[in-house]
């Protein structure tokens, strides 16, 4: 099981009596509405049965700070996606937006991404976030990722049709060996 400690925030496994705080977060911040309802709480169910191990690719875990669940991060990789071998992709939600902009997002990709290449292997570490989304730019650019590149029309932004371009970050082994992030 994957448990990492920092100063202020833990990144521990979601618990199966964690899911209706889950959804009820991430249907207020309108997440998940692609999928619907009973579909959706099982899919999540199931993640939630293997939150804390990197099982097919995909590994979820629950950024707590002082003993609260804030949010979650993941990481994918192949074949959960496909990309190539060694190379993960982030993702962060921090449910509140109390709980935005005060250090704990960029504590929790920091330690996920150490994990990453220290100890999973990673050649490569990616993320992507709306090209709006400037406090998630900042998190990534002060840990030493490198923002790539523009995905135009990228991620559908809700039931209406309307899609947001996102930056596409990343950061290497060699980065992280040269010390780029810590």
Known sequence: MVRLE????????LGHDELDAVLAARDRLRMGWRAGGARA??????????????LRGHLDLGIEVDGRLIGEI????????????GVYELGILVYDEADRGSGHGREAVALLTRWLFEQAGAARVQAGTAVANAGMRRVLERLGFACEGVMRAF????PGGARNDFALYA???DDWAGGSAR
Do not use: K
């Open 6 to 13: 920092g100063e202020r925030v833990v990144l521990r496994p």
């Open 41 to 54: 709480r099982e899919r999540l169910r199931r993640r939630l049965g293997r939150s804390g191990r990197l």
């Open 74 to 85: 993941q990481a994918r990789t192949h074949p959960a996606q496909t990309l190539p071998p």
């Open 155 to 158: 991620e559908p932004q809700g």
């Open 171 to 173: 950061m290497t082994a």
